[in-house]
């Protein structure tokens, strides 16, 4: 029996938390150095009044708006805005590229667009003249400087504070008898062809996440969720959402680079993070101990498997005996909740997602307190596909299916979904959206299996797209084509998955590589020595650097290795077609691959 989601209607469920909870803050925000907040109440003022001022800019329903910009307070304003108007939200990453903005707004035909700064602003004019669609900008900082001639320009302060009451009519017949299936946002994905995918999820995706979260992962009113994360992204946006819609505060960090800083600071109960953020936390404690005294080197062991005991004994339902727990208090007043402590010390869980997590992290998590739900999903899937849940956690796999998600394993070990959450298919693209179905069921592209106790494991990515530990996505055949363009790289394999930042294994043009080089008067007995040679090096990082200069940052290659041999169908590297195989290319220059992550630290 489907689950009647009307009163989980998004604007609904936040109209009620306006209503209950008007003098509680809704909303914590950076200004300067300064933490802020805003009421539900001043809240629902800002979105009322920038609600009135798009009705003036004849915004109507289901028109696409486009937000290109970093996080930020105007961010949220602006997306609950135009939820209120039941037009539809298309964030696009504020590191996108010009070409990547142009081909997003000319997609969804976006006439509005926010821009968050200088940058960003300045990408949107460049495109411009390619986007016949696109008649207005809203900066949404202060700080941006209009050029002359540019589109017309509108700041967000100025909307924000007009006095447009006669559009509170027409604002309040749009709020009645809101309509599940209309849509809610476009969220582009990465293509493999440098053309990215439109997902629509409607009122009903989202109205069908937050009923299941609830089942799942409950909380609280007034829970405490830190928000770093890109809002762009499905991941932070559904749980951002789903906080509000609880009731819930959400604290915007301005600058990912300082959430741990901003821990300690806000001291959240719950929040959401890719696993390079759990690797990051991780590596500077072992670092810690490592270079610590040998008594705090057993002390620091001694606790930790403490720790480990106790969170078998939770799970298992079971009681240590005295001597145990006395152990276990111990250890966790001499380091454990001083490692909690160090990050806030009032986590009642955090959610780890969007990559894969090594079950190593996720254990240490678990053993110093601190519950990790580490988790599954998909933008196409509204983000969550499983999770694990705090009465049944695991340091293996992906936890858990929604309950009334089905997932089931096809053809290659494909895991399959169908359910509530599930898009209607890519915006404009009928074809590629009968291809991600099959009878009924979207096909994720990711290969796996479920265990007996129903926890779903991810074992291998089938589609092409690779995704950072950062959570960013990278079409590796786009990177690939772009710097092989080079007349020096004969053959490129861009390394990406799992990792926070991408690399490059280069097979080199090695003719032109010695051509050059004894140009320089550089001397070499063989290609190993050739590729070798730091001056070698440094020429063709130069040129790789040139080659990409048209990527966004985190599409950009970091490190690089010279091969001294190419890829070949002998070695299995290749396909008969000649394409690569992944796999075995990872397998076979591993060492090569841990040396380029080696060097960045």
Same mark, same amino acid.
């Given at each position: 029996?489907?689950?009647?989601?009307?009163?989980?209607?998004?604007?609904?469920?936040?109209?009620?938390?306006?209503?209950?909870?008007?003098?509680?803050?809704?909303?914590?925000?950076?200004?300067?150095?300064?933490?802020?907040?805003?009421?539900?109440?001043?809240?629902?003022?800002?979105?009322?009044?920038?609600?009135?001022?798009?009705? *003036?800019?004849?915004?109507?329903?289901?028109?696409?708006? %486009?937000?290109?910009?970093?996080?930020?307070?105007?961010?949220?304003?602006?997306?609950? #805005?135009?939820?209120?108007?039941?037009?539809?939200?298309?964030?696009?990453?504020? *590191?996108?590229?010009?070409?990547?903005?142009?081909?997003?707004?000319?997609?969804?035909?976006?006439?509005?667009?926010?821009?968050?700064?200088?940058?960003?602003?300045?990408?949107?004019? =460049?495109?411009?003249?390619?986007?016949?669609?696109?008649?207005?900008?809203?900066?949404?900082?202060?700080?941006?400087?209009?050029?002359?001639?540019?589109?017309?320009?509108?700041?967000?302060?100025?909307?924000?504070?007009?006095?447009?009451?006669?559009?509170?009519?027409?604002?309040? #017949?749009?709020?009645?008898?809101?309509?599940?299936?209309?849509?809610?946002?476009?969220?582009?994905?990465? %293509?493999?062809?440098?053309?990215?995918?439109?997902?629509?999820?409607?009122?009903?995706?989202?109205?069908?996440?937050?009923?299941?979260?609830?089942?799942?992962?409950?909380?609280?009113?007034?829970?405490?969720?830190?928000?770093?994360?890109?809002?762009?992204?499905?991941?932070?946006?559904?749980?951002?959402?789903?906080?509000?819609?609880?009731?819930?505060?959400?604290?915007?960090?301005?600058?990912?680079?300082?959430?741990?800083?901003?821990?300690?600071?806000?001291?959240?109960?719950?929040?959401?993070?890719?696993?390079?953020?759990?690797?990051?936390?991780?590596?500077?404690?072992? %670092?810690?101990?490592?270079?610590?005294?040998?008594?705090?080197?057993?002390?620091?062991?001694?606790?930790?498997? =403490?720790?480990?005991?106790?969170?078998?004994?939770?799970?298992?339902?079971?009681?240590?005996? /005295?001597?145990?727990?006395?152990?276990?208090?111990?250890?966790?007043?001499?380091?454990?909740?001083?490692?909690?402590?160090?990050?806030?010390?009032?986590?009642?869980?955090?959610?780890?997602?969007?990559?894969?997590?090594?079950?190593?992290?996720?254990?240490?998590?678990?053993?110093?307190?601190?519950?990790?739900?580490? %988790?599954?999903?998909?933008?196409? *899937?509204?983000?969550?596909?499983?999770?694990?849940?705090?009465?049944?956690?695991?340091?293996?796999? @992906?936890?858990?299916?929604?309950?009334?998600?089905? @997932?089931?394993?096809?053809?290659?070990?494909?895991?399959?979904?169908?359910?509530?959450? @599930?898009?209607?298919?890519?915006?404009?693209?009928?074809?590629?959206?009968?291809?991600?179905?099959?009878?009924?069921?979207?096909?994720?592209? $990711?290969?796996?299996?479920? $265990?007996?106790?129903?926890?779903?494991?991810?074992?291998?990515?089938?589609?092409?797209?690779? /995704?950072?530990?950062?959570?960013?996505?990278?079409?590796?055949?786009?990177?690939?084509?772009?710097?092989?363009?080079?007349?020096?790289?004969? =053959?490129?394999?861009?390394?990406?998955?799992?990792?926070?930042?991408?690399?490059?294994?280069?097979?080199?043009?090695?003719?032109?590589?010695?051509?050059?080089?004894?140009?320089?008067?550089?001397?070499?007995?063989?290609?190993?020595?050739?590729?070798?040679?730091?001056?070698?090096?440094?020429?063709?990082?130069?040129?790789?650097?040139?080659?990409?200069?048209?990527?966004?940052?985190?599409?950009?290659? /970091?490190?690089?290795?010279?091969?001294?041999?190419?890829?070949?169908?002998?070695?299995?590297?290749?396909?008969?077609?000649?394409?690569?195989?992944?796999?075995?290319?990872?397998?076979?220059?591993?060492?090569?691959?841990?040396?380029?992550?080696?060097?960045?630290?």
């Amino acid at each position: 029996m489907s689950v009647d989601l009307a009163p989980f209607h998004l604007s609904r469920l936040l109209a009620q938390q306006i209503t209950q909870r008007g003098d509680k803050k809704a909303l914590q925000y950076q200004q300067d150095d300064q933490w802020l907040s805003l009421t539900w109440s001043e809240l629902d003022s800002q979105i009322t009044q920038l609600s009135h001022a798009l009705l *003036t800019m004849d915004v109507a329903v289901q028109d696409k708006v %486009g937000i290109f910009s970093a996080n930020s307070l105007a961010w949220v304003q602006t997306d609950l #805005a135009l939820m209120r108007l039941r037009a539809v939200s298309v964030p696009i990453y504020g *590191t996108s590229t010009v070409e990547q903005l142009s081909y997003i707004i000319n997609d969804a035909e976006i006439a509005v667009l926010f821009v968050g700064d200088q940058d960003q602003y300045d990408k949107a004019c =460049q495109a411009a003249s390619e986007c016949p669609s696109l008649k207005t900008l809203v900066l949404m900082s202060d700080t941006i400087a209009p050029a002359d001639g540019a589109l017309p320009s509108l700041p967000l302060a100025q909307l924000l504070a007009q006095d447009n009451a006669e559009q509170a009519e027409t604002l309040a #017949a749009r709020q009645l008898d809101p309509d599940l299936n209309e849509l809610l946002t476009l969220l582009y994905t990465s %293509g493999t062809t440098g053309e990215p995918k439109g997902v629509m999820l409607t009122h009903r995706n989202l109205a069908a996440l937050v009923q299941q979260h609830q089942l799942m992962v409950p909380l609280e009113p007034d829970t405490l969720s830190l928000s770093f994360l890109p809002l762009s992204h499905i991941y932070e946006r559904g749980w951002s959402l789903y906080v509000l819609c609880s009731g819930g505060c959400n604290a915007y960090v301005s600058d990912p680079a300082t959430v741990q800083q901003a821990m300690q600071t806000v001291k959240p109960e719950v929040m959401c993070a890719v696993p390079r953020l759990f690797e990051k936390i991780h590596s500077t404690i072992i %670092g810690k101990v490592a270079q610590a005294p040998l008594l705090k080197r057993l002390l620091f062991r001694w606790s930790l498997d =403490q720790g480990r005991r106790q969170f078998k004994a939770d799970q298992a339902g079971h009681t240590r005996i /005295k001597l145990g727990q006395l152990y276990y208090a111990i250890a966790d007043k001499l380091v454990l909740s001083k490692l909690r402590d160090a990050l806030g010390g009032n986590f009642k869980f955090v959610s780890a997602g969007g990559a894969r997590l090594d079950d190593q992290i996720n254990q240490f998590f678990q053993y110093i307190g601190i519950p990790l739900l580490n %988790g599954y999903g998909a933008t196409e *899937t509204s983000a969550t596909v499983s999770c694990n849940r705090l009465d049944r956690i695991a340091t293996t796999g @992906v936890g858990l299916p929604l309950p009334d998600l089905q @997932v089931r394993i096809g053809e290659e070990d494909e895991i399959l979904v169908k359910g509530p959450t @599930v898009m209607p298919g890519y915006y404009n693209r009928p074809e590629d959206t009968e291809a991600a179905f099959v009878d009924g069921w979207f096909k994720t592209g $990711d290969a796996g299996y479920l $265990d007996n106790q129903g926890r779903l494991h991810i074992t291998d990515r089938i589609k092409e797209l690779m /995704k950072t530990s950062n959570g960013k996505y990278i079409a590796p055949q786009r990177v690939e084509g772009m710097v092989a363009l080079e007349p020096w790289v004969e =053959q490129i394999a861009i390394i990406a998955d799992g990792r926070n930042f991408v690399s490059a294994l280069i097979v080199p043009d090695f003719a032109a590589l010695a051509q050059w080089a004894k140009g320089q008067a550089l001397t070499f007995a063989n290609d190993a020595e050739l590729v070798a040679l730091p001056q070698i090096q440094a020429e063709m990082e130069q040129r790789v650097m040139t080659a990409q200069a048209e990527l966004a940052r985190f599409e950009q290659i /970091k490190q690089i290795t010279l091969l001294p041999r190419p890829f070949s169908m002998d070695q299995g590297e290749l396909t008969p077609t000649l394409k690569l195989r992944r796999r075995i290319i990872n397998e076979i220059f591993a060492s090569e691959i841990e040396a380029m992550y080696r060097r960045s630290h």
